[in-house]
């Protein structure tokens, strides 16, 4: 996923508490440059702030990065000779998306069996009822208006064998 331009993430959304790859083909990329170093932090506040030397490969300076913050996602980038690639000044800033808890299944509580049959059982319920609704939908005007035939099967031909 392309954010913005010249900067590439391994994933759609930018979750919290997640791992994420970061691509860069930005300008040091393109001038060659033999190494690149994210600077990045969490926040409005710049919290918990690191450099990582990002890996030169054929696709762009690549780094891996925990997304541990809490808002937001801010990253610039510096060759190493004192140039940054900062946005003009703005930084890269990018919003995380919190953890859906309802949807996380926590080691100390027990998972009922018995929901998840109730559940099933309710699912294959509403696929019949929706599948009896298509039928009446379809065929009663049919019906009704006299347009329905049904299938007629060929009588027995004469030259059956008796």
């Excluded at 997304?67 to 980038?77: I, Q, R, S, V």
């Excluded at 319920?125 to 009446?136: E, F, G, Q, T």
């Amino acid at each position: 996923m392309e954010l913005k331009k010249n900067i590439f993430f391994n994933t759609d959304k930018l979750v919290e508490n997640t791992t994420v790859k970061i691509s860069y083909t930005g300008d040091f990329f393109q001038d060659a440059s033999e190494k690149v170093i994210i600077h990045y932090g969490f926040g409005p506040d710049w919290k918990n702030v690191n450099d990582i030397e990002m890996e030169k490969t054929e696709l762009g300076f690549q780094a891996e990065i925990v997304l541990d913050g809490t808002e937001t996602f801010n990253f610039c980038f510096n060759n190493g000779d004192d140039k940054w690639d900062n946005n003009n000044g703005e930084n890269y800033v990018f919003p995380l998306e919190k953890v859906q808890n309802e949807l996380v299944v926590l080691d100390d509580e027990p998972v009922s069996l018995g929901s998840a049959r109730k559940l099933r059982r309710s699912y294959l319920w509403s696929k019949k009822v929706r599948l009896a609704i298509y039928k009446i939908i379809t065929y009663l005007p049919k019906l009704i208006s006299g347009n329905y035939k049904r299938k007629i099967t060929p009588a027995n031909d004469s030259n059956e064998v008796k």
